[in-house]
């Protein structure tokens, strides 16, 4: 019963404006050292970047957008700017979540949230509970979030609803316990700041999305640089294994 097609077991339809876009939002440190300010500053930044993103998503039509705002490997950094950014992450949802649902826009984070403070933990739980039957924009928040650790939570919770299937499982047995089991693969992956890696991202989703990686970075990125990272994928030939001749004549 799984609600979008997985890539590796059927093929899925790919649309001109992709329905999902995932993006590492990386460079802020780097653009607030260039100016020589406190890396925190670029966080801040940021902010400015991820609205104007969610605004360019809704008027293109995006129907899902996942933002990787702190991942499980992200506690390595200094204490003091860990803090900045659970902070940073309280403020701008708090200031943020009336006019999201103003805007239809469904809000969700994914990611293991019990360690940060129960203040911010209610937060979200009540962001997500004041959006849940909006039909808008699907924004996902990826906090505290591993690609690994996605996987591994979904075999644990898997195995304990249904214990007979530790003998053996499908793609499909497993595919509803995932963290974004609500939501079709992304089509177009973004990663901002030059690095040209996952970074323990979406691990399991990402199997056929389209890879773009750009040297913008994050607190630059406007709605000029999202058209760019588009009309890259859309010039993209997407063929799931398949070969070129196999694939339907694009539609105009
Ligand atoms: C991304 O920017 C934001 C987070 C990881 C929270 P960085 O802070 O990683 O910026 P750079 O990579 O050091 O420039
Ligand atoms: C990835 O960025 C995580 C987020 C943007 C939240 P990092 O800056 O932490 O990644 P690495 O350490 O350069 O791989
Ligand atoms: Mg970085």
Redesign the pocket.
Known sequence: MAQFKSSTCEIPSARNVPAHIAI???GN?RWAKKRLLPRVAGHQRGVKSVRSTIRHCNSLGVDYLTL????S??WRRPKDEVSFLMTLFYSSLAREIEQMHKDNLRFRVIGDISPFDSKLVSLIRDAEELTRDNGGLNLTV?ANYGGRWDIMQAVKRMLKERPELAESFSENDLSPYLSMSYAPEPDLFIRT?G?Q?I?N?LLWQLAYTELYFTDTL?PDFDSTALDLAIRSYQARERRFGRTSEQLPAKNA
């Open positions: 590492i939002m990386d440190g990787f705002a702190f991942s490997e992200n990826a700041g690095e890696r970074s991202f994050w």
